[in-house]
Each structure stands twice: as C-alpha cells, then as structure tokens.
C-alpha cells in the first residue's frame, strides 16, 4: 500500500515538477483558505456593515471620554481617595475603606503621571466590568432558567476560557484598530465567562422548596427571580463579579499592545526598554489597584457593614413603639436564658501605668510645639540647599525645617496613647483590643525611636551650623515615659490567649527575626540618598554613541527594543559616575544605621524569650512580644520617616535609595513576628446569670 501511495505524483502549481504525497511540499498544493475566508468577511463587514461596528463601539466609546476622559482624569487625587475610604467603609468595613484610600494615596505618591495612569486603569476596569455585568448577568440568569439556552451558551463559555487571551485581539483589531476603546471591549469580552458561569451556578442552587413554596403563594416568575432567586443567588453573583474584576486587571498588561494607556502600557515600555526602576514602579502601582478593587469588591459574609448597620438604625427610627417593645420583649426574652459577658474592668496596676503612660504622650504632645531644631534644617538639609543655612531660626516638631515626618509619627502615636488610656480606664476593649497597654507600649516605643532617630542624625555635608531645641529632649523623655508606664501596665493586664499557646518555641519567628536583622544590615551599606544634581547633562563622547543608535533605528525599526535598552544603559552608567551615594553609616549621610543595627539586635535578643527560649510561660511570652512588635515598629519609622521626610522637601534630583527601604522592611519583618501572639490574647470577660444575679 505504501509503494503505492508513494508512486502517486501531483503537479506542482505553476511549475508543473510532479510531487509525491510524502513530501511535505505537496500541503502547499492543498492549502485550506481558512484565513481568506475570514479576511473576505471583514471586509465586508467594513464595507457593508459600518453601523453594527459604530454601534457596538458607541458604548465603550461614551463611558471612556464622559467618565474616564472628563470626569476621572480631571478629579483631584484627594477627593478620589477620599470616595475610595467612604466607599468601603459604608458598603465594606472602615478598616477595608482606610486601606484602600491608603494603598490607592501610595500610587499618587509614585508620581503625577503614575496617578493618571492609575486612573485611566481604574477606568478602563470599571467600564469593561461595568458593561460586563449588563450582559453577563441577564445572560447567565437566562441560562439558568432555560436549559436550552445553557447547552448553547457552555460550549460557547468553554471555548472562551480555552482561547489564549492573545487570540481575542485579533477580530477587534481588525474590525476596530488599536486603542483605548478596542482594549476595554477585549477586556470586557475576556471577564466574560467566570461572571456567566458563577451567574448561573448560583441561581441553580437556590433551594427548590424555597422556589417551589414562592410558586405555592402564588408569586409570578418574575417575583421568583426577583425575591427568592436573585437574593439567594447574591453571594455566587458577587464571586463572578469579582472574577470579573480580577480578569479585566489581568488583561491591562495584554491590552497595552492594543494600544491601551494606562499601568499596562508602563509596564510594557519598562519590558521594552529594560528600565527596572519604570518596571517596578509601574507593577507596584498595578498590584495596588488590583488589592485595591479586589477588597472593594469581595464582601465577608462574616461581618455586617457600615451601611447595614446605618440603614438598621434608620428602620429603628422609623418603627413604631408596639414593634420597638416587641424587639425589647424578645431581647429580655433571651437575657433570662443567656449569660451577660463584657470586659474584665481595669485593675488598679493598670490604671497607674495608663494614667503614667498618658502623661508621656501629653509630654510628646507639649514637645512638638516647642523648638526642635535651630539655624538649619537637620533632616531638609540633606534634600535641599536652602535649609543648610537658616541662621537665628528655630523650628518645633511638625516644619519641614525641623521634626518634619518624624514628628507627626510622635503626634500620631501620641494620640493613641491617650485614646488607649481613656478607653481601658472607662471601658476597656469596647473599641479595640489593642487599645490597651499593649497598645500603648508599642505607641511609646514609636515616640522614644523616633525621637532618638531626630536625636542622632548627621546633619548635611555643608550645614553651616546647627543645635537642638528643647523640644526634642521632651518627646524623648515623653517616650521613655510612656514605656516605662505602659509596661508597668502590663504586668497586672487581665489578657488571656484564646487558646493555649504550644509548648515548643516558634523557630517560624525567629527566622523573621534574622530576616529583620539581614535587611537592615544590608540596608545600612545601601544607598539612603542619591544625589543627582550634577547628572543634568551627558558628556559629549555618550551624546555621540547615542544619537548613533538613535540613527540606526531610523534606517532600521527591527532595532527599536535593542537599541532603546542600549541607549537606557548609557543613561544609566553616567548617571551611576557622577551622582552621590551616601549609604547609612557614611558620615556625609544621615548615619541613622548606627541607631537601627543596635535596635535591630535588641529586638532579636527580646524575641528569644518571646519564642519560648527561655521558658513558655504565656503571659511572659505576650510581654516580650509586645516589646519586640514595639522596636521593630520603631525600626520601620527610622526607614519610613527618611523616605517620606526627604519627600516632603527635596528639588526631585535628590531621592532617597534602597538602604532606608531594607531598614523600614526590616522592622515590619520584626513587628510581625509577634503578630500571632498579639492577635492570640484577649480581655478576659466577666459573666453574669441575670436569674441567679452573680458573677461568674
């Protein structure tokens, strides 16, 4: 059979050389037209049916210019975030809303054009979600009811989800181009299936007594769908649109080829030209509004919310008394059968240590009005010239000139304290548990640290002269204060595990430990300050080799990508000659590693008996904890308040480097090794039986 397959011969077309059917060269011969046959329908399309395109793009088209172009590009920054915190604190919870609007600030703070940028993403999401749900979820609905219609829509859905997200822009750039609008339907066309799906899955599982028992009352489908289905279909809906969310920030990056602005397309330039610092400032911002939309969008069952609670006490106010009463009687119903809890009042110990601890914040408070610093600015003198010679003036805590960021750290601090103080002594724990001594013993920490970091900073190379006010030996004696009460505090606090702690020490925490102390090592010999006042213009013998490859480019495109990383490289070597490094131990620095790897070694020296070293008494165990979260606290301040303190005052040719990043992630990994020891104690809780009237 195959001696006479292989004597069959086919002509070559247009050469007539005959081919036998086991050469490879014969699939020419015959080729399936399957993309003409495509390329035939476009065209028609583009000839024939111009005003099906404008109609599907009409939509996208008016939500982009109107509400991304003309409403969220121009808004300002602070009125975005602060929607954000209202938005989630009203339909989620106030910590979710104060993360966000934290974590949606922290992209503005990157930068002018990484806000905008952030809001064309948040933009483009929303519509394509938006424009998502008002099919996805009728269709799904339809789906659900009609079996018929599922059995055409799943293989459909299944198809979908296989499809390589690179596949789906071929059709839209054909029929639609490039750019924004055609990204955000490849976007919402990509989002699609998980929202249909979950759609459908959650209608049919509603219960069918439940269904079948609204059709017995006589309810119409209509009413079926609306109140019984719908609602109990709620959670499964809000997961497909959360899906849906999650998929379109998953498409941003693809969609920038397209022509998409936004995070995506930094992203893509960064690739393209190999800028690391563009990359990581891009993909951090991009994880940011991924968080940011995924906690706004994902509700906890477990929790009511701020809103629910609001509309409760509007129903309240609008019962009337007989329904009011009846709710009453219920409730007394269930206190004659249940026990009354509330927190264990403070003991007398614990109020002394709280009343002391008070008055170090009250101290730090008083110091941030008096002078911290004369005749220069200790921490503004290294990003700006001005502030090196600011002869016969005085500066108190909060001036940029004077305590700058590292004051407000002492004020914010400060006013826990005193918050943590009032609410243990009247009513302990009614706002949080870690409004306590605790609490107040990591705040104090915040304020001793960030005093002594104020205390033994290097002032500027060139600083004319300088002298500390007596402010700042206040807010350090506040601070010392504080700890000082707050442990005192601690000793006789009436806080319990949950459950019992295990007997056997916690190498997990030690590990972080370490891990804080070898950031903030490395920190201390990274770069704090770079100083790139005289990179402004290149030398001759660059701008030569550059306009070189610039050249090359011009004559020929394929060397785009080489040539731009290329030119990015040179940027970067010159500017690597002739900027100034200071790291965190060098003299011309602030040298505030010499504070840090000293606090950094305490730290690791108290989570040995925290760890079980030396014993697994618990409540020993919770105290050191408590220690340790407060000088890592402390350490993270020290890398924080240079960074953002720099920020306040520099010209933006001075910015601060990796080594105060390391030092500040040194003392999160520090914290939150007592993390789980922290969150494991509570109040204990006092009962009492209302029919026997005793405590118990």
């Given at each position: 059979?195959?001696?006479?397959?292989?004597?069959?011969?086919?002509?070559?077309?247009?050469?007539?050389?005959?081919?036998?059917?086991?050469?490879?060269?014969?699939?020419?011969?015959?080729?399936?037209?399957?993309?003409?046959?495509?390329?035939?329908?476009?065209?028609?399309?583009?000839?024939?049916?111009?005003?099906?395109?404008?109609?599907?793009?009409?939509?996208?088209?008016f939500l982009l210019d109107n509400f991304v172009n003309s409403f969220l590009l121009t808004v300002s920054w602070f009125w975005v975030v602060l929607f954000t915190v209202v938005f989630g604190a009203l339909f989620r919870t106030p910590r979710i809303g104060i993360q966000s609007g934290f974590a949606l600030a922290l992209c503005g703070?990157?930068?002018?054009?990484?806000?905008?940028?952030?809001?064309?993403?948040?933009?483009?999401?929303?519509?394509?979600?938006?424009?998502?749900?008002?099919?996805?979820?009728?269709?799904?609905?339809?789906?659900?009811?009609?079996?018929?219609?599922?059995?055409?829509?799943?293989?459909?859905?299944?198809?979908?989800?296989?499809?390589?997200?690179?596949?789906?822009?071929?059709?839209?750039?054909?029929?639609?181009?490039?750019?924004?609008?055609?990204?955000?339907?490849?976007?919402?066309?990509?989002?699609?299936?998980?929202?249909?799906?979950?759609?459908?899955?959650?209608?049919?599982?509603?219960?069918?007594?439940?269904?079948?028992?609204?059709?017995?009352?006589?309810?119409?489908?209509?009413?079926?769908?609306?109140?019984?289905?719908?609602?109990?279909?709620?959670?499964?809906?809000?997961?497909?649109?959360?899906?849906?969310?999650?998929?379109?920030?998953?498409?941003?990056?693809?969609?920038?080829?397209?022509?998409?602005?936004?995070?995506?397309?930094?992203?893509?330039?960064?690739?393209?030209?190999?800028?690391?610092?563009?990359?990581?400032?891009?993909?951090?911002?991009?994880?940011?509004?991924?968080?940011?939309?995924?906690?706004?969008?994902?509700?906890?069952?477990?929790?009511?919310?701020?809103?629910?609670?609001?509309?409760g006490a509007v129903r309240a106010r609008r019962s009337t008394d007989e329904e009011i009463l009846s709710e009453l009687a219920e409730r007394g119903k269930d206190k004659e059968t249940t026990e009354v809890e509330w927190n264990t009042p403070a003991t007398p110990n614990e109020r002394t240590g709280l009343l002391v601890a008070g008055v170090g914040a009250v101290v730090a408070l008083v110091s941030l009005f008096l002078t911290w610093g004369s005749d220069a600015g200790l921490i503004a003198g290294h990003a700006r010239e001005v502030?090196?010679?600011?002869?016969?003036?005085?500066?108190?805590?909060?001036?940029?000139?004077?305590?700058?960021?590292?004051?407000?750290?002492?004020?914010?601090?400060?006013?826990?304290?005193?918050?943590?103080?009032?609410?243990?002594?009247?009513?302990?724990?009614?706002?949080?548990?870690?409004m306590g001594a605790h609490g107040a013993a990591i705040a104090s920490f915040v304020i001793l640290i960030s005093s002594l970091t104020y205390l033994m900073a290097n002032t500027a190379q060139e600083t004319v002269s300088y002298s500390h006010g007596i402010g700042l030996y206040v807010s350090v004696a506040g601070g010392a204060i504080g700890i000082l009460g707050s442990l005192f505090a601690l000793q006789t606090a009436p806080l319990s595990p949950h459950r019992p702690l295990t007997v056997s020490i916690a190498w997990g925490r030690v590990l972080a430990g370490v891990t804080a102390l070898l950031l903030v090592l490395i920190g201390s010999i990274s770069g704090w300050t770079f100083d790139e006042r005289g990179a402004t213009d290149l030398p001759p013998e660059a701008q030569v080799e550059i306009n070189i490859l610039r050249e090359e480019v011009e004559l020929s495109p394929t060397l785009v990508a080489i040539n731009n990383s290329k030119i990015s490289s040179l940027i970067n070597k010159y500017r690597m000659t002739v900027e100034t490094i200071n790291d965190g131990i060098t003299p011309n620095g602030g040298g505030l590693s010499y504070l840090a790897i000293p606090l950094v070694i305490i730290g690791l020296l108290t989570l040995l008996p925290a760890v079980g070293v030396f014993g697994f008494n618990e409540h020993m165990r919770w105290r050191w904890s408590v220690i340790t979260a407060g000088i890592g606290a402390g350490i993270s301040?020290?890398?924080?308040?240079?960074?953002?303190?720099?920020?306040?005052?520099?010209?933006?040719?001075?910015?601060?480097?990796?080594?105060?990043?390391?030092?500040?992630?040194?003392?999160v990994s520090l914290a939150l090794s007592s993390r789980s020891i922290l969150n494991e104690f509570n109040r204990e809780k006092v009962y009492e039986n209302p029919n026997i009237g005793q405590n118990v």
């Open positions: 059979m195959m001696q006479i397959l292989g004597q069959v011969r086919f002509e070559r077309a247009g050469t007539g050389e005959p081919v036998s059917i086991f050469d490879t060269a014969i699939l020419d011969e015959w080729r399936i037209p399957f993309g003409y046959w495509f390329d035939q329908m476009v065209d028609w399309m583009d000839l024939n049916a111009e005003w099906v395109l404008d109609t599907i793009k009409w939509p996208f088209d703070l990157l930068g002018q054009a990484y806000w905008l940028d952030t809001m064309r993403t948040v933009g483009m999401v929303i519509v394509s979600v938006a424009l998502c749900s008002l099919i996805g979820i009728p269709l799904g609905v339809l789906c659900a009811r009609q079996d018929g219609v599922w059995n055409v829509v799943r293989p459909v859905m299944d198809a979908m989800q296989v499809i390589h997200s690179f596949t789906y822009m071929v059709p839209f750039v054909f029929f639609f181009s490039i750019g924004v609008v055609p990204a955000t339907m490849v976007t919402m066309i990509y989002a699609l299936p998980p929202l249909v799906r979950l759609t459908n899955l959650g209608i049919r599982q509603v219960p069918e007594d439940v269904v079948e028992a609204s059709r017995a009352y006589g309810a119409p489908e209509s009413r079926v769908l609306v109140d019984v289905q719908l609602p109990l279909a709620r959670p499964a809906i809000m997961t497909g649109l959360n899906q849906c969310l999650m998929l379109s920030i998953a498409m941003v990056g693809i969609a920038a080829i397209m022509g998409a602005s936004g995070l995506g397309l930094q992203v893509f330039r960064a690739v393209q030209n190999l800028d690391v610092g563009l990359g990581f400032s891009a993909g951090f911002a991009l994880f940011l509004v991924s968080v940011v939309l995924d906690r706004l969008s994902q509700p906890e069952g477990d929790n009511r919310r701020l809103f629910e609670r609001i509309t502030d090196l010679d600011l002869t016969g003036q005085s500066f108190n805590g909060f001036a940029a000139s004077g305590g700058n960021w590292f004051g407000f750290f002492v004020f914010g601090a400060a006013c826990f304290i005193i918050a943590a103080s009032i609410t243990t002594i009247r009513n302990p724990g009614s706002i949080s548990k870690f301040i020290i890398g924080l308040g240079w960074i953002i303190s720099l920020a306040r005052v520099t010209d933006l040719q001075i910015v601060t480097g990796a080594g105060a990043f390391l030092t500040a992630m040194g003392g």
